[in-house]
């Protein structure tokens, strides 16, 4: 069992940014490949950025070249810096991890989330 907890969403303007982070805890956390995902409100939750455990990345369409994920095993947290935000950024972000897998798109295939961190960009 693992558990994942997501910190440092709020308020921004267009164009801002901010810096997620989520504290995993429980087991070893350099086994897990980790990802981020996203829903918005009346939609359906949706891929942003994965990390595998030896930190390959992949992104989102809608977020690469804006969006960076991280991971710091020393700290067992893995990060997700947003840039150059979008109102339709706006949603509540959730951490998500596998063990002993490379990253994946598909939520499905996650076995452990965090609460969520609620992320609004203002026009």
């Known amino acids: 069992q693992v558990q994942l907890v997501e910190s440092g969403g709020g308020l921004v303007q267009t164009g801002g940014s901010l810096r997620l982070s989520c504290a995993a805890s429980?087991?070893?956390?350099?086994?897990?490949?980790m990802g981020w995902f996203r829903q918005a409100p009346g939609k359906e939750r949706e891929f942003v950025a994965t990390?595998?455990?030896?930190?390959?990345?992949y992104y989102a369409d809608s977020v690469r070249g804006r969006f960076t994920i991280s991971r710091d095993n020393a700290k067992s947290t893995v990060y997700l810096q947003m840039n150059s935000l979008k109102p339709e950024d706006t949603a509540v972000y959730y951490c998500a991890g596998r063990p002993y897998a490379s990253g994946s798109a598909y939520s499905r295939e996650y076995d452990y989330w965090g609460q969520g961190t609620q992320v609004t960009v203002s026009s």
């Open positions: 429980g087991r070893t956390f350099s086994n897990y490949a």
């Open positions: 990390i595998g455990w030896f930190g390959t990345t």
